[in-house]
């Protein structure tokens, strides 16, 4: 943990209070908290006709990262991205539309949760194939130092994501290039099923150094404070010209894909879970929670509803916007 | 050899080569627009794609015209990232069997990226794949993937078959065309010079499909190099059996004229394709589908069709040469379509394509 960030554990709680960053970035993790919970709840309905990946477990990854970056500066993301989505100020209605597959969403229904975007905050293009849209990052961050800019664009994958010849090629690409690109992987250990060590002969920072780039692992995965701390020392760096491998490990609670537990299958035990609820400030901090929440609660129902309110996208959409 | 093109508005012409119209093009998109460049393998080298990019690097800089990793798929990635911030990126393969390293960018992400997102964001660009041919380019530097890329909404495909078609395609591509255009040039036809207009087009020429030659008796619909190849067998046989061929260049693969090539197969009643590629799940089966949509009676008699065998391309010669349609099989399939079987016109005895193309002599 980075020197200077302070741990959060029950009972500092009045330490925290009165500090602004900590609020903001409690905030945000709430919401995407709440936001999945209704998701949840709202799934058996079917109003949700989508594919949905939870954030749930990682969401201080995304509010840290998010909290450190300049708003012009770019996210590429994957299919796990609501909390990006939320995280970087993507407009609550319009991601509840597009989850309901109406025509108020961000991408009229086209995109559904595996696909969200808000370029107007910065955060493009999620894609649902592993790894995929790495490279973009790349890509802009190439086009921001040809025209001098002093923006960043910022890689989103998972641990799973790094097995992917893409990935090689990028990083290769970015250090040959020197371009300011940083490489943001959530360690989750995971891949839908199966663990890391069963899949990686590598580490992940050791192959990096291998490019000449620097990296470094967060471990406190639930700690928003010290991610942002962590992505800011990346990006002093990033800023310079040069890309930066920043893996930070974080807890999947949920199943791979859908909103249930999937601990009684038997993959994995709830006791791998436990210890990243454990220090979990969504669930510690009860006091703040119950602060925030009807305010959080009543933002999630009026997006809820102007989902409910908003249309389906006719005849007219299908064959709109192919070229 | 000097092939003649449609004919055009202008009088005044002059003539060059194909590499020639794509070096001229691709230094216009430099100069024209600041946000345009260039990267592939070897696009900076002595070389520069067969002479399509020489000397642009030097000109432009080496942020805009630049070599890259051997990394098609993260190459292809890189430039939709920059395309999504507003720079127009010029990737190349010089072989078009190396673009399939690049599959997963091109086809489930810049294909898609407009779609998917509700029209908020696209990232125009331009692929430009080469086709080998002869001169032993084996199973895989010699295919030729227009089915396979126009198959997919999203992507615009185009087959430039001559100078004038890159004049008139590029420059529009590249300043106003909204999504991912895949080129597909072909190797044999870099070194050909062609008589092309002198001005530029007073307006945008539509990314469509054309007549290449007017005729009444048998419309050949072709792709590419083919083209040429029925010019060339059009000319041979109004020559010896007075027989006129309405020659179509298909030109645009995923978005043709089809109110022209339907229009053509009424007026000839006959119908011959030719296409560079396979004929399984093809360029000859989407233009028999058009045809069966509209009115199968629209052909007297069934169509011809001429492509590569049902085979990987071998590399020995002898093979290589029956392998593709030969000047001899192109005439003969034009002349059995109108007199049928007992046609009793000499036919030519060029039955290696590429004699026609010496210029081309390899390594690749």
């Known amino acids: 943990m980075a020197a200077g960030v302070a741990v959060f554990q029950a009972g500092e709680r009045s330490l925290m209070d009165s500090d602004e960053r900590y609020r903001r970035l409690f905030r945000s993790a709430l919401m995407i908290r709440l936001v999945e919970e209704r998701i949840i709840e709202l799934y058996p309905s079917d109003r949700i006709q989508s594919p949905v990946h939870l954030s749930i477990g990682q969401e201080a990854v995304a509010v840290g990262v998010c909290d450190a970056l ?17 995280a970087k100020g993507g407009s609550l209605p319009k991601m509840f539309a597009e989850l309901y597959g109406r025509v108020g969403g961000i991408s009229k229904g086209k995109a559904g949760s595996m696909h969200l975007s808000a370029p107007e905050v910065g955060l493009m293009g999620s894609s649902a194939v592993v790894a995929s849209s790495i490279p973009h990052a790349v890509g802009a961050a190439l086009s921001f130092k040809r025209r001098g800019s002093s923006r960043v664009a910022v890689a ?13 090629e990028s990083l290769n690409f970015a250090a040959l290039m020197k371009v300011p690109v940083l490489f943001l992987c959530e360690d989750n250990g995971l891949a839908v099923h199966s663990f890391k060590n069963a899949r990686q002969s590598y580490n992940l920072l050791e192959h990096a150094k291998t490019f000449g780039i620097e990296c470094r692992r967060v471990d406190e995965g639930w700690d928003m404070l010290a991610i942002r701390q962590a992505t800011l020392d990346a990006l002093a760096v990033v800023r310079t010209g040069r890309p930066f491998v920043l893996e930070i490990a974080t807890g999947r609670y949920k199943e791979h894909v859908g909103v249930g537990d999937d601990f009684h299958f038997g993959y994995r035990s709830a006791a791998e879970i436990d210890r990243w609820k454990a220090r979990d400030p969504l669930l510690l901090d009860e006091k703040l929670v119950a602060e925030l929440k009807p305010e959080i609660d009543r933002e999630i129902a009026a997006a809820a509803e102007f989902a409910e309110n908003s249309p389906f996208p006719g005849r007219d959409e299908l064959l709109t916007d192919i070229i | 050899m000097n092939v003649s093109t449609k004919e055009r508005p202008s009088t005044q012409t002059r003539v060059l080569s194909y590499a020639g119209a794509l070096l001229e093009t691709m230094d216009a998109a430099l100069a024209d627009h600041p946000n345009t460049f260039i990267m592939g393998q070897g696009v900076d080298d002595f070389k520069g794609i067969f002479g399509s990019t020489t000397g642009l690097a030097q000109k432009y800089g080496a942020a805009r015209v630049f070599d890259v ?32 390293l690049a599959m997963n960018q091109i086809v489930n992400l810049a294909s898609k990226y407009r779609y998917m997102f509700g029209g908020i964001m696209s990232c125009p660009m331009l692929i430009r794949l080469v086709v080998g041919r002869s001169w032993g380019q084996g199973a895989q530097h010699s295919q030729s993937p227009q089915a396979t ?58 990314l469509t499909s054309y007549v290449a030659r007017e005729g009444r008796d048998v419309t050949v ?38 109110e022209l090539v339907i229009g053509s197969i009424r007026k000839t009643g006959r119908l011959v394709i030719a296409d560079t590629s396979w004929l399984e799940y093809g360029v ?9 949509l509209r009115d199968p009676s629209m052909l007297r008699q069934a169509p011809a069709m001429l492509g590569m065998a049902a085979a990987p391309c071998p590399t020995a010669k002898s093979l290589e040469d029956i392998y593709y349609p ?15 079987t007992g046609h009793g016109v000499e036919l030519p005895v060029e039955r290696s394509m590429t004699e026609g193309y010496k210029r081309f002599r390899g390594p690749f």
């Not at chain 2, 990394?71 to 078009?96: C, F, K, N, Q, S």
């Not at chain 2, 027989?243 to 179509?248: G, P």
Request: aromatic share 8%; charged share 15%; net charge negative.
């Open chain 1, 70 to 86: 300049n708003p012009d500066d770019l996210v590429f993301a994957t299919y796990r991205s609501h909390g990006f989505y939320i």
């Open chain 1, 156 to 168: 989103v994958f998972g641990d799973g994501a790094t097995e992917e010849g893409v990935y090689h």
């Open chain 2, 69 to 100: 990793p051997l990394m098609e798929e993260g190459m292809t990635g890189v430039a939709i990232g920059a395309a999504l911030v507003g720079d127009y990126p010029i990737t190349t393969h010089i072989r078009a069997d190396f673009s399939f």
């Open chain 2, 149 to 206: 890329f126009a198959h997919y909404p999203g992507l615009t495909v185009v087959m430039p078959s001559t100078s004038q078609a890159i004049l008139d395609m590029y420059p529009q591509i590249i300043a106003r065309h909204p999504g991912p255009v895949v080129s597909i040039e072909h190797r044999l036809l870099y070194n050909l010079d062609f008589s092309v207009s002198a001005g530029a087009p007073s307006k945008p020429i539509p």
């Open chain 2, 221 to 258: 619909v072709a792709t590419s190099v083919m083209v040429l190849e029925a010019l060339r067998a059009a000319q041979y046989v109004a020559e010896k059996a007075g027989i006129e061929v309405e020659v179509i260049d298909l030109n645009s693969i995923s978005h043709p004229d089809w």
């Open chain 2, 284 to 292: 000859a089966g989407e233009v028999c589908r058009q045809v069966m």
């Open chain 2, 326 to 340: 030969s000047q001899h099989e192109t005439v003969e399939a034009i002349l059995t379509q109108v007199r049928g």
